[in-house]
């Protein structure tokens, strides 16, 4: 077997496959898969919509949400077709909606980002497994997962600036948390590309590993997931979620009603 081949996902039967996104879950984790290789996952709007469909079909006892590129790249963006006059078959083209109203643009990506949200629920812990290229939106979608455990050939690099455009699809605020203003303005401003060296330096990335270790390691981080109480995971979510948004004082009055909610609970008094 081959380093490529060993990243291939176990059979399992989807609860969907259709438009470049297969679902599978396997108790209490599901495997979201970008799966069309031949174009190196590349994304375009019915790829966002199956991702917005993916997580509202996620059942209540999943707690784990692990998401992987089929083949040698996790993603390598957005699908060049959108800028094409024509557009996607039934879709409207990037230019065609920079003609709509303001309210119909914002709606449109706003739908967009959908695809993306869903993955920071505070009732799943999100693990994005990223090999190769990972560009533009499919570094957002790395960014979207609360964790990042990267193979050592990753390449990470927002080239949304070089199109004229922005990083739309809620990678900006992340990658910000991680990295620190300076260098997320470098990264985007330049597209060049990060490194697995670099991405664990710098917080992008949790754990790296060697390609063809890359199921087993996120498997393991999945299992230690699991390990936890589930309700005293979502709590301690929540908390840290929320941490960037309060002061110190703000941060101690909610750790105490949390730890309030969580002790009531395992003396059986939570209502």
């Excluded at 980002?113 to 869903?118: N, S």
């Excluded at 890359?214 to 109480?229: M, N, Q, T, W």
């Amino acid at each position: 077997m081959t380093s490529r081949e060993s990243v291939r996902e176990p059979v399992r039967e989807p609860v969907f496959d259709k438009d470049g996104v297969r679902l599978t879950i396997e108790d209490a984790v599901a495997t979201v898969t970008l799966a069309n290789p031949a174009k190196r996952n590349a994304q375009s709007p019915a790829l966002w919509r199956a991702l917005t469909e993916a997580g509202r079909s996620l059942p209540g006892s999943v707690r784990v949400v692990v998401l992987r590129g089929e083949g040698k790249s996790f993603s390598a963006g957005l699908d060049r077709q959108a800028f094409t006059p024509e557009g996607f078959d039934g879709e409207p083209s990037f230019l065609d909606l920079a003609r709509e109203s303001d309210q119909d643009l914002d709606a449109a990506i706003a739908a967009y980002q959908e695809g993306f949200v869903w993955l920071r629920r505070p009732d799943i812990v999100s693990i994005a497994a990223v090999q190769g290229h990972a560009i533009g939106a499919g570094f957002q979608l790395a960014l979207a997962c609360d964790l990042r455990v990267v193979a050592s050939d990753v390449q990470f690099a927002m080239r949304e600036t070089s199109l004229g455009l922005v990083p739309d699809l809620t990678g900006t605020h992340p990658l910000v948390g991680l990295v620190g203003y300076a260098r997320a303005l470098e990264i985007c401003a330049t597209g060049r590309f990060v490194g697995a060296e670099e991405a664990e330096r710098t917080g992008l990335a949790n754990l790296v590993v060697p390609i063809d270790e890359l199921d087993a390691a996120v498997s393991d981080l999945a299992g230690a997931l699991l390990a936890a109480p589930r309700d005293a995971l979502i709590e301690t979510k929540a908390l840290l979620q929320g941490a960037a948004g309060r002061t110190f004082e703000a941060q101690r009055v909610a750790e105490r009603a949390a730890q309030a909610r969580r002790l009531r609970d395992l003396a059986g008094l939570d209502e």
